[in-house]
């Protein structure tokens, strides 16, 4: 995950709630990665919660007071429950919250993770991404 190769400042995407209130979940093994992602939407003023696998975010996403996440961003292959299986189980448990998700993936060259993405909706950014890449889909997913 890399900042733009431009110096200019990236934008905080608009809030569809008028309190203003944006909360984000962030799902990757990886915790340099949710530190960089964590940083990002910290910076925009956004409420941040993290799960370092699928299926603490699950459990969370499930939990009956579970946040009414703005955007869920996702890493596709975890140990454990992967963002694939994560996403299949919300479809059938929490539907509304698949529509607001977005997954990060370093591998889109394996079978599984091309047929997930060529089955869904949901936008896939291939690591590294520039973080104005992450910034300009939220934005798109967030107004839709």
């Not at 910076?43 to 299926?55: I, N, P, S, T, Y």
């Not at 047929?115 to 997913?141: C, G, H, M, W, Y």
């Amino acid at each position: 995950i890399t900042e733009a190769a431009s110096s200019r400042p990236v934008a905080a995407p608009p809030c569809p709630d008028p309190t203003g209130a944006r909360r984000v979940l962030i799902i990757d093994d990886e915790p340099s990665i949710r530190m960089a992602l964590k940083r990002f939407f910290s910076k925009r003023g956004w409420q941040v919660d993290e799960a370092g696998d699928g299926a603490a975010a699950l459990k969370a996403l499930l939990a009956p007071n579970a946040p009414d996440y703005t955007v869920v961003v996702s890493d596709l292959k975890m140990p454990g429950l992967s963002g694939i299986a994560l996403h299949d189980r919300l479809l059938a448990d929490r539907p509304g919250i698949v529509a607001r998700m977005v997954f990060s993936t370093g591998d889109v060259a394996s079978a599984d993770a091309r047929a997930f993405i060529d089955r869904v909706k949901a936008p896939v950014l291939q690591k590294p991404f520039e973080l104005a890449t992450l910034d300009s889909t939220i934005n798109r997913l967030i107004v839709s």
